[in-house]
């Protein structure tokens, strides 16, 4: 049987470290014209796709179907050729500046870091492997693409069980790290990223994505690089900078 203060002490320390794992960040970003310059899926589905990609595309941005269709649509156009898909993206694959900096920063404060995609997503993680980041992100949730009686076929792993609109729910991811108590910073540049990033408690937001937050008077931070975002990691943790005591050590700072 321990003795009242140790248990005390105990039982304190546990809440101090629930208290932070309750304010952990946990970052989420977008893949295609997030991470890297072009939006990839959309020069895939163009190249491939020909007349049809404008076509769908027309009916895509009209709202008559949501990236779930579209997605379904135009995957039967790419050549059910993985290495030629592959081929083609990574030759398309420039990161935007400053990704690798951002990232081991992330994973040097120890927070999560995820990337969500509903492009095509068979070439996210060779493209980080690539160019050597596949080791700073948690997790990757993307759609996945197979071969189906001489056609390529797009599976949708993480859509929402009834919601028709997005291939990948990215929505759900945020709503679900929030649940765990984590401060989700959401990184994105496209329309569709708007349903996720409205959930999130800061929103670095950049083209369509930044358009349709100004439009519904959702408040974001704008980034053009990820040395932009960078900046936001160390205003977001100002106050870790300036430190009057050492709980973890003697206590009180000299
Ligand atoms: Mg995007």
Not at 99 to 115: A, T
């Amino acid at each position: 049987m321990l003795p009242a203060k140790a248990a005390l002490f105990i039982e304190n320390k546990r809440e101090w470290i629930n208290l932070l794992i309750e304010s952990k960040i946990a970052y989420v970003l977008d893949f295609d014209g997030t991470v890297t310059e072009s939006d990839i899926t959309s020069m895939m589905a163009r190249h491939y796709g020909g007349e049809h990609y404008p076509e769908c595309s027309a009916a895509y941005h009209r709202g008559e179907f949501g990236m779930k269709e579209w997605l379904e649509r135009m995957s039967a156009y790419l050549p059910p050729d993985r290495e030629a898909i592959l081929a083609f993206a990574k030759e398309r694959a420039a990161l935007r500046p400053g990704l690798k900096g951002f990232l081991r920063s992330v994973h040097d404060r120890g927070y999560p870091l995820y990337i969500a995609s509903d492009g095509f997503g068979l070439y996210i993680e060779p493209i980080l492997e690539m160019h050597g980041c596949r080791e700073h992100v948690t997790k990757i949730f993307r759609n996945r693409t197979f071969e189906d009686s001489g056609r390529l076929k797009t599976l949708t792993p993480y859509a929402h069980r009834s919601c028709p609109v997005c291939g990948n729910c990215k929505a759900s991811l945020v709503t679900g790290l929030l649940e765990k108590g984590c401060r989700v910073y959401y990184v994105g540049d496209g329309f569709n990223d708007r349903f996720a990033a409205a959930y999130a408690d800061i929103i670095f937001a950049r083209d369509r994505l930044a358009g349709a937050c100004s439009a519904a008077g959702i408040p974001f931070q704008p980034w053009d690089d990820f040395h932009d975002l960078l900046k936001g990691i160390d205003l977001a943790n100002n106050h870790r900078e300036h430190r009057f005591c050492d709980p973890a050590g003697k206590g009180i700072l000299d």
